[in-house]
């Protein structure tokens, strides 16, 4: 049957799609309101979107599908974890800690391990719970701690950077990390 419509059909809701609203996706074209993570439903466009074969998804959820399984993947720095605590689960690089001393008699117990909680922040030293947590350099941070341990920047997974179990942004890692000399952000000498 003759395609009188114009255009070609939606990969999503299989009505026509005229080039004016045309989005292009492996081969495939969308309305833009069709352009959508199957799993979340958010919208996408060419910097967020993840194709498997012809499924579409943001990256995120696409990570949480078809990326690598197991303790520390699937959730990049500065991701929020929604995996329920593991009881009585180590990975294998980590040692059982010693005991923390008796918490002192008061009426608040505010740095006392709570049921369930393991894992504790290595800028405060307090309970990471599943719902604040944040991983990085392979450990465990409070959204509010993640930052820059020089400048206090507030960090995300594009602009952090780790160096002996400390958080800095890249600037900051850059000035006192990075190469020196003329062309590299830092003054030079020139006789």
Same mark, same amino acid.
């Not at 005229?18 to 919208?43: D, L, V």
């Not at 974890?81 to 689960?89: A, E, H, V």
């Not at 008796?102 to 290595?122: L, Q, T």
């Given at each position: 049957m ?12 299989v009505?026509t799609?005229?080039?004016a ?6 081969g ?5 309101p069709?352009f959508?993570?199957?799993?979340c439903r958010?919208?996408? +466009?060419s910097?967020?979107?993840a194709a498997?074969?012809?499924?579409i998804y ?8 078809y990326?690598?399984?197991?303790y520390?993947?699937g959730q ?5 974890s929604?995996?329920p605590?593991?009881f009585g689960?180590?990975p294998?690089?980590?040692k059982?800690?010693p005991a923390?001393?008796?918490p002192?008699?008061s009426?608040?117990?505010?740095s006392?391990p ?5 894992d504790r922040c290595?800028?405060?030293s307090k ?9 990085s350099a392979?450990k465990?941070w409070?959204?509010t701690c993640f930052r ?6 507030s960090?995300e997974?594009?602009?952090v950077t +780790?160096k +002996? ?9 850059a000035?006192?990390?990075g190469p020196?000399g003329?062309?590299l952000?830092n003054?030079?000498?020139l006789d």
């Amino acid at each position: 049957m003759p395609n009188f419509g114009g255009g070609v059909k939606c990969a999503a809701c299989v009505k026509t799609v005229y080039h004016a609203e045309e989005i292009q996706c492996n081969g495939r074209s969308f309305h833009k309101p069709c352009f959508i993570c199957m799993t979340c439903r958010k919208g996408l +466009d060419s910097t967020t979107v993840a194709a498997h074969e012809s499924e579409i998804y943001c990256k995120s959820c696409y990570g949480k599908k078809y990326g690598p399984k197991g303790y520390g993947y699937g959730q990049g720095a500065g991701a929020l974890s929604s995996d329920p605590p593991r009881f009585g689960i180590l990975p294998h690089d980590s040692k059982p800690r010693p005991a923390s001393p008796a918490p002192k008699a008061s009426s608040e117990h505010k740095s006392s391990p709570k049921f369930g909680c393991s894992d504790r922040c290595p800028r405060c030293s307090k309970a990471v719970y599943a719902a604040e947590k944040v991983m990085s350099a392979g450990k465990p941070w409070h959204k509010t701690c993640f930052r820059c341990v020089l400048c206090g920047k507030s960090l995300e997974s594009t602009n952090v950077t +780790d160096k +002996d179990g400390e958080l800095y942004c890249k600037v900051c890692y850059a000035k006192n990390f990075g190469p020196k000399g003329f062309g590299l952000g830092n003054e030079a000498m020139l006789d």
